[in-house]
């Protein structure tokens, strides 16, 4: 059985219904995908430098970007020459298996990480326009579902209407906001809430913060005292910086996550409105070169559409029209 073959049969049963929704999300990628990398394999049906030359400018064209795409490109020609692939039919197994590789490097780090023994402190950073204050609603939701008490800190005092947006999606999870006036101190914020959710004996506590202030330099001041008020009053947190991206934006995500990377110590991305999108390939870049593990992805605009990724499934989302169903009746593989 090929590598597609055993990802199909790995994420099938239980997790059909998240296998299907990365489908039904990755749709716009795949197809533009699915049909120019088919269109390579008919006109070259053997491996060689021209092939691998027009593969490079297809995965650019996906966004996976520049650096990664070299480096899955030579790895791609030493996996050929290893195993003895002449034919490009067979080099689309190779290339799912790879890309699987640089996706994920250890099982566990799409959890989200929970403080066991007391509050746990999630802070979220990104640029405006990126879905942060949605996710913020989403992941409430979500966390809710689990059985968790949850407390909202709306610290994005800087953009109008910003307070009020999450305290609709507050509304709509049913948690709590802890909100000051607009344009007040988003650290005094944080600050309250925090007390807050410690009186109330909240298990998780979500930072909405600001994604634009005067400049880059002020903004990133802000989200370091916003850090130092959490790490003063709850000692080992935050437990997670989740950076919120757009995923239609590309490579301006990638350049976005490397900002925000060297002021916050990110810990994990949330890639959004990856199924408004033909770049879903920015989630291999993005895994890749920063060395974060993308821990959730929007799939779609409702409150439950706030998948945890899942390597196997983008994988399955991605690749599934490159590789023609099994027969049934045949057992050559058996």
Partial sequence: MNFFGRVKNKISGSTEAV?????????????????????????????????????????????????????????????????????????????????????????????????????????????????????????????KSEGKSVLLAAADTFRAGAIDQLQVWGDRAGVDVIRHQEGSDPASVVFDAIKA????????????????????????KELEKIKRVIERECPGAPQEVLLVLDATTGQNALNQAKLFRQASDV???????????????????????????????????????????????FIYGLFSDLFHEPDPTDHSEA
């Fill in 19 to 143: 296998t299907e929704k990365f489908r039904n999300g990755l749709a716009k990628t795949r197809k533009s995908f699915s049909d120019k990398m088919n269109d390579l394999v008919k006109r070259y049906r053997k491996i060689d430098e021209d092939f691998f030359e027009e593969l490079e400018d297809l995965l650019i064209e996906a966004d996976v970007g520049v650096t990664t795409v070299m480096d899955l490109v030579e790895k791609l020609k030493d996996e050929s020459r290893s195993r003895n692939i002449k034919d490009t039919e067979q080099l689309k197994d190779v290339i799912a298996e790879i890309l699987s590789e640089f996706l994920t490097h250890d099982e566990q780090e799409t959890q989200l990480k929970m403080n066991s023994d007391g509050l746990t402190v999630i802070l979220m950073v990104g640029v405006n326009g990126a879905g942060k204050t949605t996710t913020v609603g989403k992941l409430a939701s979500r966390l």
């Fill in 197 to 220: 959710a410690k009186s109330r004996k909240t298990d998780v506590l979500l930072c909405d913060t600001a994604g634009r202030l005067q400049n880059k330099v002020n903004l990133m």
């Fill in 267 to 313: 810990t994990g991305i949330v890639l959004t409105k990856l199924d408004g999108t033909a770049k879903g390939g920015i989630v291999l870049g993005i895994r890749h070169e920063l060395d974060i593990p993308v821990k959730l992805i929007g799939l779609g605009e409702k409150i439950n559409d706030l998948q945890t990724f899942n390597a196997d499934a």
